[in-house]
């Protein structure tokens, strides 16, 4: 009689759990990228950020019989990676002791306070004085902003990066993101904001650069 499955996860843990060789090779192209730029927010190289894949990927193997579905199957597996990303970037003394989650500009404005006006403005008090420009979609897409953006985002404090990554590169929810840092909701959303705050304004110098041109 065949298994009972009740989801794609539980189809492809069995299927790893018989020494399935086609369906970790498929597990890997699916997350192998992803476990990368999450494992470079925690560490100093490209180089690093392999070795921590691959130890990842052993730890993947190694818990198998130990996964019981109370997440899914993408979760448990970038648990590992970030356990071992962060372990990594630990021992380069690169991170400060994560249970602190402490930004380090936290008490900085994220956005410059002279875009608003003064509170004692006579018609609109606290409004924008400078508004966030809108930009077309065919420029955002486009390969040299991208790029930016990305560098923008590897600037950014780790724990900024590591929200960011997780939620708008990786396009995780709040709640994914939340259990996979091991941080509240209400950090959370401060380091999403901060950080896409940070980036736009990166974004901003550079579309006002080419459109001098």
């Not at 759990?17 to 476990?35: K, N, P, T």
Request: proline share 5%.
């Amino acid at each position: 009689m065949l298994p009972d499955f009740e989801s794609e996860d539980d189809l492809i843990v069995d299927a790893l759990r018989r020494g399935d060789e086609a369906a970790f090779m498929a597990l890997v192209e699916r997350y192998q990228s992803s476990m990368l730029r999450v494992a470079s927010t925690f560490v100093s190289s490209a180089a690093v950020a392999e070795e921590v894949a691959q130890e990842a990927w052993l730890g993947v193997l190694n818990g198998l019989a130990g996964f019981q579905g109370r997440s899914s199957l993408r979760t448990w597996i970038f648990a590992i990676v970030i356990n071992c990303a962060r372990s990594r970037g630990a021992r380069e003394a690169r991170s400060a002791p994560f249970s602190s989650f402490r930004d380090a500009d936290e008490d900085e404005p994220a956005v410059d306070p002279e875009r608003f006006r003064r509170p004692d403005h006579p018609r609109w008090p606290g409004h924008w004085a400078s508004p966030p420009e809108q930009w077309a979609e065919d420029k955002l897409a486009a390969k040299e902003t991208v790029e930016q953006a990305q560098k923008a985002i590897d600037a950014l404090p780790p724990v900024q990066k590591q929200v960011i990554t997780l939620r708008d590169v990786e396009g995780w929810t709040s709640e994914e993101t939340c259990q996979a840092l091991g941080i509240s909701e209400v950090n959370q959303r401060v380091l999403l904001h901060r950080a896409r705050s940070k980036v736009r304004a990166v974004l901003e110098v550079y579309m006002k650069q080419e459109g001098s041109r």
